[in-house]
């Protein structure tokens, strides 16, 4: 019983050491004025009315889920399929895709971003400064997640009995793949699709490095004003992880 009691504490009061700076940052984004005292002299909305009539922030913020919901229609098309000929088609290149989705974990961010640099400044795709150079960056990022999330889906069942299955109904492999296998995994796509939309919004040295203010996201934008009056950055910081904690809150219940 007082293991248990001792277990509680510990754990209300990490979470509570957690929320301190949240719930400082949510005050600090109502107060009119907090200077010297303990609580703010006054509250308001006005912070958070000038954030949402700011054609530049809203202008950032479409930015930053175009490019996300862009990245995951991609890597939807391309890594469903691909994972699912690994398992069914070729079992034994698991063991190499599973190296190649750790290859970016090794280059950091900052020097992926000078290689981009070099390739796409000019030439004959000249693409930085716009949104694909992201879209690119993006999906390297987002295949980890999403492969190990289907891998571990397809690992469950049994991809090659359902498939001989459906076959021997009269379906075709895309027909079998689309009406057996993909409802199967539909939960940990979801919730792989979910979290890395998560991700992809607080993502900052590649939008930062490659497209900058030529294509703002919600982040440059963030990292832009960040000189200015600090009730109207704590707003900017709570409306996005207001944001990103609620998209978390429905990936985790899809993963359930």
């Not at 202008?59 to 889920?65: I, Y």
């Not at 000019?122 to 990022?141: A, E, K």
């Not at 991700?199 to 930062?208: R, T």
């Not at 990292?223 to 409306?239: I, N, W």
């Amino acid at each position: 019983m007082h293991t248990n009691r001792y277990h509680q504490f510990v754990l209300y009061g990490l979470m509570a050491l957690l929320s301190i700076p949240v719930l400082a940052t949510l005050i600090y984004s109502f107060s009119q004025h907090w200077g010297a005292t303990i609580l703010p002299d006054g509250l308001t909305f006005d912070w958070y009315l000038k954030l949402w009539q700011e054609p530049r922030f809203l202008t950032a913020f479409s930015h930053s889920l175009l490019i996300a919901l862009g990245t995951l229609v991609f890597s939807t098309v391309v890594i469903v399929p691909a994972t699912f000929v690994v398992f069914y088609y070729f079992p034994h290149l698991d063991r190499w895709m599973n190296i190649l989705i750790l290859i970016q974990f090794a280059v950091p961010p900052v020097v992926s971003s000078v290689g981009l640099l070099q390739i796409y400044a000019d030439g004959p795709l000249p693409l930085i400064g716009t949104p694909w150079v992201l879209i690119g960056c993006y999906f390297t990022i987002v295949l980890p997640f999403m492969y190990r999330a289907l891998a571990n889906g397809l690992q469950g069942l049994n991809v090659r009995d359902l498939m001989d299955a459906a076959h021997l109904l009269g379906a075709s492999t895309p027909a079998a793949f689309l009406r057996v296998v993909l409802p199967n995994i539909r939960k940990g796509l979801m919730a792989a699709l979910f979290l890395s939309f998560s991700f992809l919004l607080g993502e900052f040295v590649f939008a930062n490095i490659l497209v900058g203010s030529r294509y703002e996201t919600l982040n440059v934008y963030l990292y832009s004003v960040r000189s200015t009056s600090g009730h109207f950055v704590s707003a900017v910081v709570m409306s996005y992880f207001i944001f990103t904690l609620g998209v978390t809150w429905v990936a985790t219940r899809l993963s359930r």
